[in-house]
């Protein structure tokens, strides 16, 4: 197949091209920068040259979007809403546009997009969405409205010889550095890592390794359409997600953090603590239903891989230097 992926060079984007290449796939990725063989120019708004590769190409993996790695101010937020809904829509045009379209667009969403629960799991058939839950702040629901637009663009695009699939993303765990795992890992291992503002909260996670065969299981699998949860099956609360991570890391204790001691860890790091502190529970019914097989299903032996494979990495980074 030819695959092309538009903001493709970032962590999942990576992982994803190194995996289908592998596979015997020709990748081309979309970037503002490009910077290697495979990689062609793109500014994620307006139709160009770039648009030549979606045409006759088998499948686009649309992950293009400002990281949600910030503050959420009204400028982050805009920029937000204004990469994933631009970068939505010029994909769909270039796809309409196409003399050869391709057989499957799948679109980057997340599984933010569901509601603060401590409840019932969301999947995604029956699943709640958010926006509207009471005693969260009110600004989280802005996450929510951008998932929705994110979504609502591959929806209206007209392309009606092409499959679409909204792919809700949790929390994707990958040994690289940089990454959500990393993060965790450094306040893990610096004794901080305990649980933050009591740690009942869901966190949905899925190996960097499901979710790249998960989009191929997707790619493959002609009767998955519509908005389709990547998430492990067994998504944990913030305060075992924690005890596990440190366990795998040989770390005895784990700093307790309330609330306001989260706000600040958050201002320090230019995060958001919506990202700590929205219960995600979510949970992949349509994956499974359609047959597929998570690899790291459980957190506890997803994290002792991880803290395995980052040792490998920090030990090869070592060696070479």
């Not at 030549?52 to 400028?75: F, H, M, P, Q, W």
């Not at 529970?281 to 891989?305: I, K, N, Q, S, Y």
């Amino acid at each position: 197949m030819k695959v092309v992926i538009p903001g493709g060079t970032g962590q999942v984007g990576t992982a994803l091209g190194r995996v289908l290449r592998s596979d015997g796939h020709q990748v081309v990725v979309l970037t503002r920068q490009p910077a290697e063989e495979g990689q062609v120019s793109w500014d994620g708004e307006r139709l160009g040259s770039w648009a030549r590769e979606v045409d006759g190409c088998d499948v686009v993996i649309n992950l293009a979007g400002r990281s949600v790695s910030c503050r959420y101010t009204k400028e982050n937020l805009t920029a937000m809403m204004r990469s994933r809904v631009r970068s939505a829509r010029v994909v769909g045009q270039a796809i309409a546009a196409a003399g050869r379209p391709p057989r499957a667009w799948l679109q980057m969403s997340t599984a933010t997009i569901y509601a603060h629960t401590h409840g019932t799991a969301n999947d995604d058939v029956t699943g709640v969405i958010g926006g509207s839950e009471k005693g969260v702040p009110g600004y989280w629901a802005f996450s929510v409205d951008i998932a929705q637009a994110w979504e609502r663009e591959l929806d209206e695009a007209k392309v009606p010889a092409t499959r679409k699939v909204a792919l809700r993303a949790a929390m994707v765990m990958t040994p690289d550095k940089g990454g959500v795992f990393d993060v965790l890992s450094r306040v893990a291992r610096l004794g901080l890592g305990g649980p933050v503002a009591g740690g009942r909260q869901y966190v949905s996670w899925i190996h960097e390794d499901d979710f790249t065969a998960a989009v191929r299981f997707i790619i493959d699998q002609d009767i998955l359409t519509g908005p389709v949860n990547l998430a492990s099956p067994g998504p944990v609360r913030q305060r075992d997600l924690m005890r596990e991570l440190r366990a795998a890391w040989g770390v005895p204790v784990g700093l307790p953090a309330t609330r306001w001691m989260a706000e600040l860890g958050a201002l320090a790091i230019r995060t958001d603590t919506e990202l700590l502190l929205k219960s995600r529970r979510v949970v992949p019914g349509l994956l499974t239903a359609a047959g597929f097989e998570f690899r790291h299903g459980t957190w506890p032996e997803a994290a002792r891989d991880l803290v395995q494979r980052a040792r490998g990495r920090d030990a090869a980074g070592s060696h070479r230097s």
